[in-house]
């Protein structure tokens, strides 16, 4: 079955940087457009960054563009996502999502940024 697991979320002060990972298994990685949404307490999910297939075209929201980097290894079947330049508003849980007869979600990982 589709399985998405996400790795590397954690406590970072204002500035730092994180870089979380997502292995995925249970389907053909390498055709699929991967995705980071994230949701903060009390706001809807939202949308940050989106890979193609094979990487060629990337997508990010305007508050983490020229901050945060979207990067797939398909040998590795792992999306990543670079955060630099994190601020307090970046405090969420990141979760990634792909589309295999319908959207599949990981069970995502805590990011803190610290004032």
């Known amino acids: 079955q589709v399985q998405l697991v996400e790795s590397g979320g954690g406590l970072v002060q204002s500035g730092g940087s994180l870089r979380l990972s997502c292995a995925a298994s249970?389907?053909?990685?390498?055709?699929?457009?991967m995705s980071w949404y994230r949701q903060a307490p009390g706001k809807e999910r939202e949308l940050v960054a989106s890979?193609?297939?094979?990487?060629?075209?990337?997508m990010y929201a305007d508050s983490v563009k020229g901050r945060f980097t979207i990067s797939r290894d398909n040998a590795k079947n792992t999306v990543y996502l670079q955060m630099n330049s994190l601020k307090p508003e970046d405090t969420a849980v990141y979760v990634c999502?792909?589309?295999?007869?319908?959207?599949?979600w990981g069970q995502g990982t805590q990011v803190t940024v610290s004032s």
């Open positions: 249970g389907f053909t990685f390498s055709t699929n457009t």
């Open positions: 890979i193609t297939s094979t990487g060629g075209s990337t």
């Open positions: 999502m792909t589309r295999v007869g319908g959207r599949r």
